[in-house]
Each structure stands twice: as structure tokens, then as C-alpha cells.
């Protein structure tokens, strides 16, 4: 065990664990669900709110996880196991490693979308995007989308193979700054827009009048997609951040690099929106196909649509490949672990996993479409599957542990090893004994109760 945990990956300090955390963070869940999740539930007030859990809820999940996984330096089955082998523990620490294993395929699905629509706007085809039914023919094709998808995930896979430092790390410290410079050129293109101001006010200004107990709850489901929470990736980077590097101040940038990012796809989509449709914040609800619909048409009556296109699809690849890399990197971390596998033999079997799952997901609204689980096509599933049920069980599982078995004691001391601070310390022993169990389990109840049809979100 000595001799493996020498050999084990690591970063090569706090900046390559911050940019690599707030890589995982910035996903998909920033660009398109934050900013139609802040438009459908108040706006202003939204932003807010999520700001206030991000500040409390996130910050200590954050904590808990990256602490664990230091404290073991193992992925999360090693780390719950590494506290008692009963079922228990070994249940907590698979549906932690399970979750990645069923989000990354999906989630490569959408990365295939976002590739396809990157190469067509590159080749000068802006105005066939923003034309009605483009989107809805171009998945339901197969051909042309499992393509999109097969690029994504090779790449995903690459980062993988190379390792921690010269693959993940050394990708986030290049894609990472250039996220930045992106987002902030299309904010500015966006909010210069005529008749963008309605939009910016709507996003920044919270208005009371449009608070709902929804919006809390929609804001603590964002939670999960924004911090990478429950996902297996906090536990896998935490066991591979050095001792040296404090737990709390990583987690106080990782904030600030997820939440900054946030703010900025609100002000890229909703005030380029607002002024699209006359300032009518209907038109920012529409979900997924915001992304793939609402912004091409957008772009396209905006003028310089071809080169504001090409910045906006690069950002979200970019955003899209940080998230995929970090949910991959949890489950081939798992199959070393557990397995003693070397890294590039668990890089291929999570890869051929990508490939088999991705491909359902990629087909289910094509050839595949006349299978259906639960209702749902394949991508629905997992999605629903993993977001709804599987991470807040994750959740509850962890503050579980840590409250009952390691001790909020134990953490602390982890979290202020060699002289670290622990300023938020007491809002830490607050949030997960009491109140994280509390939102996941609102959310586990919810996020069901919504898909059973029992309440409407």
C-alpha cells in the first residue's frame, strides 16, 4: 500500500489543483443551464440566492470532499472503505465512482453537438444554424452527430492517457485563462447590444417580487452541476493535492473561478437574448436548446454572427472538455485503485465505457429512438438518472460519513495541516450536520417529484 501510495499521481501545487477544480466546475452546467435557470426563476434574485449557497452549501461540500480524498489519497471507494468495509461504506464509495462513469458518455454527446456547430460556424455556416429545425434534424441524423461525439470523447480520453500534470493539469493552465478572455469579450459584445440594458437588470437586480420556493430549489440543483459536488472528482483531486497546499484557499478561489464564470454566461446569454426578443425573459426558458437553438438565431440577427459564433463554441468546448477530462480522470483514478490497474489500461476500459454509453445517447434520438426508459431517451435517462437521484444520495452518503464516522475533527485538522487556515470553520460544523443533509435531501424529493409529475419545476 506504501509502495502504491508513493507512485500515486499529484499536482504540482495549488495552481494546478485550482484550475484543474475550477476546469471540473466550469462545464456545460455554467454556459447554458445557469443562465435559463436564472431567467426561469427570477433573475436577479436567483443569482442571489445561488451566490449565498455557493458561499455556504458548496464551500463545505467542497471541504468535505477534497479533505477526504487528501486524507485517504485514494478515489472515493478506497476513501469510504478506507473508514470500515461494510456495505455501507462500499455503497457510498461505488455510487460516488458509478456517477462519472454514467455522466461522462452523455455529456460527451453534448460535447459532439457543440463540436459540430464549432466546425459549421467555422465554415461560414451561421445562417443554417439559426434556420428552424436545424438542430432537431442534425441529432436525430446518427451519422453526423455519433461523429461529433467520437471526436469529443477521443479527445477527452488523450488528456487522460497523459496523465495528471502533463495531461489535466496542463490542459486547464492553457484552456482555463483563455475561458476567461473569451467569456468576458462575448459579455461585453452581448451587453453593448441595443436594447441588452432590460437584460442585464433583469440578471443583476434582485427583485423579490420574483422569489418562489423554486428558486431556492432550482438554485441548490445548480449547486451540484456548478461545484462538481457528488461526482467523485473533489475526492479524486483532493487525494491527489499535496500537503502543503491549503484546502480552504483553494476552495475560496474555486468559488470565485465557478461563480465569476457563472455570472459571465448570464451576462453573455440573457441581455443578447433579452434583446433578441424584445426583452421577453420566456424565451431564455427553453432548457437545453437554448445552446443549439435560441443563440444561433441570436448571433445570426446580431451581425458578425460567423465570428462571434466561432468565440462562443469555442469557449463552451473548452468548457464542455475541462468538465468531461475531470469526470473521466474520476473513474480511471477508481479502476487504478481498486483494481491495481496501470493508468493506461484503466484509461481504455473507461474510454470503451464512453464509447458503448456515449453511443446510445448519441443514437437515442435517431435509429435508437424507439427505445425509451422510463419515458426518457437514453441521454434523459442518465441524466435523470445521475443529477436527480444517484448524486444527492452521494451527497447524504458524505455528510454521513464524515458526521458519523471520521469526525468533523478529523477534517478540520486535515484542512489545517501544516499551519492552513480554517476561517469558515464553524459554518463548515453548521452546514454538514445540519443543513446539507436538509437541501439534498429537498432536492433528492423534488428532482423526482418533478420527473413523476407530482410537482411542476
Known sequence: ???????????????????????????????????????????????LIYILLALTFGYTMIIAET????????????AFSAFG??????FGGWINAVIPMLIVPYYSTIGGWVVKYLIEYVKGNAMKL???????????????????FLI??????????????NGIERMAKFVMPILVVLALIIAVYSMTREGAVSGIKYFLIPNLDNFSWMTVVAAMEQMFYSLSIAMGILIT???????????????KNVEIFDTGIAIMAGLMIIPAVFAFAGGDPETLQAGPSLMFITIPKVFASMGLGTPVGVLFFVLVLFAAITSAVALAESAVSTFEDELGWSRKRAALLVGAIIIVLGSLSTLGYGPLSFIQLIGMPFLDFFDFLTNSVMMPIAAMLTCLLIVRVVGTDKIAEEVRKEGAPFARQKIFVFMIR????????????????????????
Open 434 to 457: 445540519y443543513l446539507c443533509p436538509l437541501f439534498v435531501a429537498i432536492i433528492l424529493i423534488s428532482s423526482v417529484a418533478n420527473v413523476l409529475g407530482w410537482i411542476s419545476m
Open 237 to 251: 483531486f483532493g487525494s491527489y493535492m499535496k500537503d502543503d497546499v491549503s484546502i480552504e484557499s483553494a476552495t
Open 152 to 165: 469529443f470523447a477521443v479527445a477527452t480520453m488523450a488528456i487522460i492517457y497523459a496523465g495528471v500534470q
Open 130 to 148: 439559426s434556420t428552424d429545425g436545424y438542430f432537431s434534424e442534425f441529432i436525430s441524423g446518427g451519422i453526423s452527430a455519433e461523429i461529433g
Open 67 to 78: 479533505a477526504l480524498g487528501r486524507m485517504t489519497k485514494k478515489s472515493p471507494v478506497g
Open 1 to 47: 500500500m506504501n509502495k502504491h501510495e508513493k507512485k500515486r499521481n499529484s499536482f504540482s501545487g495549488k495552481i494546478g489543483f485550482v484550475l484543474s477544480a475550477a476546469g471540473a466546475s466550469v462545464g456545460l452546467g455554467n454556459i447554458w443551464r445557469f443562465p435559463y435557470l436564472a431567467a426561469k426563476y427570477g433573475g436577479g434574485i436567483f443569482l
Open 85 to 90: 468495509h461494510t456495505w455501507q461504506f462500499k
